[in-house]
């Protein structure tokens, strides 16, 4: 029996930036599905929000200790956050709908880190996703953090031999803080 899609480890994108997740943040796991990444940011001490439409995926989230979930159709409904909410850690992976990608740099709150990984044109090559609507065009997440005014510490347009054959974009943006540059905005410390 193979495990439910989403509740595997954790995107190696996501953990390299562990450094950047102070104890007691505030995370936004968008599109989490069975939370393989809701799970892992829970781990390290942060209060996760965890947003899908699929409730029964939702329901095994529901009792970890700093979980809030909310069920929400991102793509038929309206936003389910209010507009002013901004969290530590914003995280999405293997999830694009192109009319949120404002809305979900927007969330991202001053000194907080947008970790974003999803499939890219050429993906088609490799199987699904090959529809155009979820493909990252080149460059796409740096205009996304371009036009949020956020910093990219760190970005990839790549090809992946594993876990499966795959062109995914992947992005770490930071927010600046108020007043701030955002070719400056300081990334937290590691703590050991």
């Known amino acids: 029996m193979t495990a439910l899609h989403g509740t595997g480890a954790p995107s190696a994108w996501v953990t390299r930036w562990v450094h950047l997740i102070r104890p007691g943040a505030r995370a936004l796991d968008l599109a989490c599905g069975y939370g393989r990444h809701t799970r892992w940011l829970a781990e390290q001490g942060t209060q996760v929000t965890a947003v899908d439409r699929d409730a029964e995926a939702l329901a095994t989230l529901a009792n970890l200790a700093g979980v809030t979930t909310c069920e929400a159709d991102l793509e038929g409904a309206a936003w389910p956050l209010a ?39 050429g993906n088609e090559r490799f199987g699904k996703p090959s529809n155009p609507l979820f493909l990252l065009a080149p460059g ?49 410390e590691a703590t050991a």
């Open 83 to 121: 507009d002013d909410v901004q969290f530590d850690i914003v995280v999405v992976t293997n999830y694009l709908y192109r009319p949120l990608l404002a809305r979900i740099a927007a969330c991202v709150a001053p000194g907080g880190v947008l970790l974003y990984e999803t499939f890219a044109q």
């Open 140 to 188: 796409e997440l740096l205009d996304v953090a371009r036009t949020a005014n956020l910093r990219v510490a760190a970005y990839e347009d790549v090809t992946l031999a594993a876990p499966r054959e795959a062109c995914v974009q992947r992005l770490c943006a930071t927010g600046a803080a108020p007043g701030e540059n955002p070719g400056s905005a300081a990334l937290y």
